[in-house]
């Protein structure tokens, strides 16, 4: 079974610019979620997407966003990009059911420059 | 909100020996704590999880307790070998309804040296 695919896997940016980020979830998985991993602030939940629908939201700038399509990939967007949005951007698949562990891709590594 | 507390931040053990990180979490209501393994370069990886109506779980060389009424829960690796060697990460949500936010502790550096 396939784990868990991020594209693209590194990107680099300009500050003021923005960026979509794609996410494939493990098959048969219909949660999406979301994190931000940086050395200071370690791994941070951005929001959570289920049959399309958003129902999980953490505490970051409406910068960020996020959808789901039909097929379950999901994609986030940050606009604007400011230099402290360098980051590692993780995606977690999950079943979304009560017993859904979540399941790490590689990640995107962002660099805003 | 959920605050998990983890240490230690660094760990360095000799091969063969046993490791321990230890969390604590500040939620009763939060039922659900994986733990997570993340090599460099790649995302993390569940290596084991507990739910709240239990209180040990093993799995080979890991296991995983937890104590509801002291709010905490301990990853203990066994044997350890040089390939243990990676940041370990402790999560706590509320698992169930629409909750499916983990908030992850700092990190430990596990360090096995050979």
């Known amino acids: 079974k396939a784990g868990v695919t991020q594209t693209p896997r590194y990107l680099i940016k300009t500050r003021g610019q923005q960026v979509t980020l794609s996410c494939s979830p493990i098959s048969g998985h219909r949660s999406v979620s979301w994190y931000q991993q940086t050395p200071g602030q370690g791994l941070q939940f951005l929001f959570e997407y289920f049959s399309e629908t958003q129902r999980n939201k953490g505490n970051f700038p409406g910068r960020f966003s996020g959808r789901q399509f039909s097929n379950s990939r999901s994609e986030m967007n940050v606009s604007t990009l400011e230099l402290g949005d360098s980051a590692l951007y993780l995606c977690?698949?999950?079943?979304?059911?009560?017993?859904?562990?979540?399941?790490f891709g590689p990640g995107t590594r962002l660099t805003v420059t | 909100g959920e605050n998990v507390e983890q240490h230690p931040s660094t760990l360095s053990v000799q091969e063969g020996d046993s490791a321990v990180i230890k969390c604590t979490y500040s939620d009763s209501a939060s039922n659900y704590f994986p733990w997570y393994k993340q090599e460099l370069g790649k995302g993390p990886q569940l290596i084991i999880d507990?739910?709240?109506?239990?209180g040990e779980k093993k799995d080979q060389r890991i296991a995983v307790t937890l104590n509801k009424t002291a709010k905490h829960f301990s990853l203990h690796i066994t044997e350890t070998q040089p390939e243990d060697s990676a940041v370990y990460f402790c999560?706590?949500?509320?698992?169930?309804?629409?909750?499916?936010?983990?908030?992850f502790g700092k990190g430990t550096l596990l360090t096995v040296n050979p």
């Open positions: 507990i739910r709240s109506n239990v």
């Open positions: 977690a698949s999950s079943r979304g059911t009560l017993e859904g562990e979540q399941y």
């Open positions: 999560a706590a949500s509320k698992s169930g309804g629409s909750n499916y936010k983990l908030t």
